[in-house]
């Protein structure tokens, strides 16, 4: 009886997690374990909606590519969250300055920066 008891309670845990599970962060969890609980941590869904005001530069979601004759645009697809975020952050305070993406950083928030970075690094 002990057994059985134990089977179903598993059984159940488990019917839980799978109706959790989101289709599209699955893909992000496999690549990054979930960020510590911290402040701003960044969402990939999120940032779906931000991204417009960077493909046109940085390449198009799924595709490396970006527009290296007109002038160098670094890529940022598949570079690590922190990394993303210490440039997004330079960029804001000045402490890095580029003309474009002083502008584009200028009107980040600090959600839009962890949101960002988890979307470009999880972006393979
Ligand atoms: C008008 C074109 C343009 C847009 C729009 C743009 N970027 Fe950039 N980005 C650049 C260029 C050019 C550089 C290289 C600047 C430099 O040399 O410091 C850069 C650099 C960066 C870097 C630093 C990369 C590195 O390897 O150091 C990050 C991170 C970045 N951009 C993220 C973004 C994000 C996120 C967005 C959208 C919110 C965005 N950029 C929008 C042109 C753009």
Redesign the pocket.
Known sequence: MKLRTNVLRTVAVMAMAASCAIPGLAHAADAAPAPAAGPAAGNVQAARD??S??I???GIPGYKASFPEL??????AG?NAK??EA??NE?KSGA???P??DA??AS?SDQ?IAD?AAY?ANLK
């Open positions: 931000k991204i005001m960077c046109g530069c940085h002038y160098h645009v670094p890529m940022i570079q990394y993303i440039a997004l960029y890095r300055s580029h474009t993406m584009v950083a980040l839009d960002l470009y």
